[in-house]
């Protein structure tokens, strides 16, 4: 049973389902792999991936090469450990395109959502004390990272980020607590990856 999930629920599932689950090691393998410092992996995985290649390539105010490398560097690396942890067994494998890159062996797909409302509700609860910012910065921080993801499965997929046709379940966590929801999705998980 593999299981790809957006970022809310992965941890929780993969408790209750008693697997592993992969979001920040991805991170620290891809950082191990390549020698980079794991603040910058996470970065540059969460950033769009044609930042490499912006507008201005072949001009004279493009970016450094070096960045443009380790940009790619970090993305092949990315979907090598993404392949290698789904090989080693059951396993839930939060973001980082997976869904896609797994298609071959064909993950349960689960796409979380929810309004505007609730999530900035749990990035408010989630904040840290470093972390002071309104809730418009908060705001258009949560818009710049949804923007990052549709671009990035852009460039690793034919169906549109969040469209249903792209998932085997689409769930809308919008003013529910996500440990209620748990049961319900782990059962339905083992009722759908029944050998």
Same mark, same amino acid.
């Given at each position: 049973?593999?299981?790809?999930?957006?970022? @809310?629920?992965?941890?929780? *599932?993969?408790?209750?389902?008693?697997?592993?689950?992969?979001?920040?090691?991805?991170?620290?393998?891809?950082?191990?792999? %390549?020698?980079?410092? #794991?603040?910058?992996?996470?970065?540059?995985?969460?950033?769009? *991936?044609?930042?490499?290649?912006?507008?201005?390539?072949?001009?004279?105010?493009?970016?450094?090469?070096?960045?443009?490398?380790? #940009?790619?560097?970090?993305?092949?690396?990315?979907?090598?450990?993404?392949?290698?942890?789904?090989?080693?067994?059951?396993?839930?494998?939060? $973001?980082?395109?997976?869904?896609?890159?797994?298609?071959?062996?064909?993950?349960?797909?689960?796409?979380?959502?929810?309004?505007?409302?609730?999530?900035?509700?749990?990035?408010?609860?989630?904040?840290?004390?470093?972390?002071?910012?309104?809730?418009? @910065?908060?705001?258009?921080?949560?818009?710049?990272?949804?923007?990052?993801?549709?671009?990035?499965?852009? *460039?690793?997929? #034919?169906?549109?980020?969040?469209?249903?046709?792209?998932?085997? *379940?689409?769930? %809308?966590? #919008? $003013?529910?607590?996500?440990?209620?929801?748990?049961?319900?999705?782990?059962?339905?998980?083992?009722?759908?990856?029944?050998?």
């Amino acid at each position: 049973m593999i299981i790809t999930i957006s970022r @809310e629920l992965g941890k929780r *599932l993969s408790e209750a389902l008693q697997i592993p689950c992969y979001d920040h090691t991805i991170i620290e393998m891809i950082s191990k792999e %390549n020698g980079l410092d #794991s603040d910058y992996v996470a970065r540059i995985s969460e950033s769009d *991936l044609q930042v490499a290649y912006p507008p201005t390539i072949g001009r004279r105010f493009s970016i450094p090469y070096k960045v443009m490398e380790q #940009s790619i560097m970090v993305a092949v690396t990315q979907q090598k450990v993404v392949e290698k942890l789904a090989q080693q067994g059951d396993c839930v494998i939060v $973001g980082r395109c997976a869904d896609t890159v797994l298609a071959h062996l064909h993950p349960l797909r689960i796409f979380v959502y929810a309004d505007r409302a609730s999530k900035l509700k749990r990035c408010q609860e989630r904040a840290t004390e470093q972390e002071n910012f309104t809730l418009a @910065e908060m705001e258009r921080r949560m818009r710049q990272i949804d923007k990052n993801r549709v671009k990035k499965h852009e *460039l690793a997929a #034919s169906i549109p980020w969040g469209a249903k046709e792209g998932y085997d *379940l689409c769930v %809308n966590t #919008s $003013g529910k607590e996500i440990k209620t929801l748990i049961p319900a999705l782990a059962a339905y998980c083992q009722a759908v990856c029944k050998d």
